[in-house]
């Protein structure tokens, strides 16, 4: 089964070329493209990225039904992790979200009825709003306990089982919206153009933060959870 | 060959009213059932053409008749919300007389057996629905909106699920832009 995913000695090119989504991760690990031919192992060490760490990223992201071993997790070196998920919060935040509210705004400008396009705008400015405290509360609370379990100053009023309760999905409003734009923005619509590329964006995304929390939940609360035994 | 008919119905006088009209018609009366407790098991063993159920012994008729080469009546001498009796596929109502019993069910047989897994549904929203809708718009909880519009909470639950399903929208804020498109709110 091992096999199915990606090992060290694979060329980085020849994994982005099967995964293309993949290279959504690049930038989070501070991997800057024109890397040629080199293998998974010497990227990283050229860029001061642990492979084992970008090889469990990876699985997980492309793979569904990857669940990193309890023992893979123990071996791998976590230090990067809440970097790696706090550089996704930016991007979503300061890229993606901006992006798709632009062309949002340019739709609803178009639209005969200016109240329809306020509430659209409304919608993604609210949903910004969510996003915004979901993400922060995870770096207040649930990465903060990570750094601290890892400088070994474990906050015990903290349990990552807090986090796995109130884990809320970021996606969902997204299909609304999504929704919104396939079925009933009025036709003849000339703003078109923009509807149809804000839906791939937003798919887009919807995807990505999708692939987010599977990180969370399958490398980030397995990982804590051991660390939070083994300071008990 | 007689129909076989199969009547779930807890009153013990309409079920033997009811009982005594179809036989005097000629339709073959299964054993009735006074509750639908084993209803499922009953239809496979029975094997009626026609059920006939009082409808608030049944949350689903059309997930009864899925699979089945049957058609399902609602027997009703009480107040029926319309979307409820509207998942039947005919409704047989207390004060009606034989002969009208009779021409429904002719009717009702003489139907091509529609498959209900493929059955088209309707995707408007009922003006009922539509009243819900812009209440949840306005950002009213159920609570408010059950007044407003004199129902129970739970019809407006209710309600609030068959707009969820028909337009796909999930969120109070979508629906808002679902209304605002649709000029339901002025």
């Known amino acids: 089964m091992k096999n199915f995913f990606f090992n060290k000695q694979v060329k980085l090119c020849d994994v982005i070329t099967s995964y293309p989504y993949l290279l959504h991760t690049l930038p989070r690990f501070n991997i800057s493209l024109g890397f040629g031919n080199k293998t998974i192992n010497e990227v990283c060490v050229a860029n001061g990225v642990d492979p084992d760490f970008f090889l469990l990223v990876c699985n997980v992201y492309a793979f569904d039904n990857y669940l990193p071993s309890a023992q893979e997790l123990t071996t791998v070196d976590m230090s990067q992790l809440v970097p790696y998920l706090e550089k996704s919060h930016r991007y979503y935040l300061d890229k993606r979200l901006p992006h798709i509210t632009h062309h949002l705004e340019r739709i609803a400008s178009q639209l005969t009825d200016t109240r329809a396009g306020k509430a659209i705008m409304m919608f993604i400015g609210v949903y910004r709003e969510e996003v915004e405290a979901h993400f922060g509360h995870e770096e207040k609370h649930v990465y903060e306990h990570l750094k601290k379990l890892l400088e070994g100053k474990p906050d015990r009023s903290y349990s990552i089982d807090t986090f796995i309760d109130s884990h809320g999905n970021l996606q969902e409003k997204l299909e609304d919206l999504t929704q919104i734009i396939f079925k009933y923005l009025p036709q003849q619509l000339s703003a078109e153009d923009d509807a149809i590329e804000v839906a791939f964006d937003i798919l887009q995304l919807s995807s990505d933060l999708k692939k987010h929390s599977l990180i969370e939940e399958k490398i980030m609360v397995p990982y804590v959870k051991q660390l939070e035994r083994s300071v008990k | ?186």
Do not use: F, W
């Open chain 2, 1 to 186: 060959m007689k129909s076989r008919i199969l009547i779930v119905e807890p009153s013990e006088m309409i079920l033997h009213g009811l009982t005594a009209m179809l036989k005097d018609l000629n339709y073959k009366v299964l054993e009735p059932r006074r509750t639908a407790a084993t209803l499922d098991n009953d239809l496979s063993v029975l094997r009626p053409e026609i059920l006939i159920i009082n409808p608030t012994l049944c949350a689903a008729p059309m997930q009864l008749a899925q699979g089945r080469s049957m058609k399902v009546a609602a027997l009703v001498y009480q107040y029926i919300e319309q979307s409820i009796l509207n998942q039947y596929d005919a409704i047989i109502d207390v004060r009606d007389s034989a002969n009208v019993i009779e021409s429904r069910l002719v009717q009702l047989l003489s139907q091509p057996a529609v498959n209900h897994d493929k059955k088209t549904e309707n995707y408007d929203l009922t003006k009922r629905e539509t009243a819900v809708l812009v209440e949840v718009a306005k950002g009213l909880t159920n609570k408010e909106i059950a007044d407003a519009l004199n129902l129970s909470v739970h019809t407006v639950i209710s309600h609030r699920k068959n707009i969820m399903h028909k337009t796909g929208i999930k969120s109070v804020a979508g629906l808002t832009v679902y209304a605002m498109l649709n000029n339901l709110i002025d």
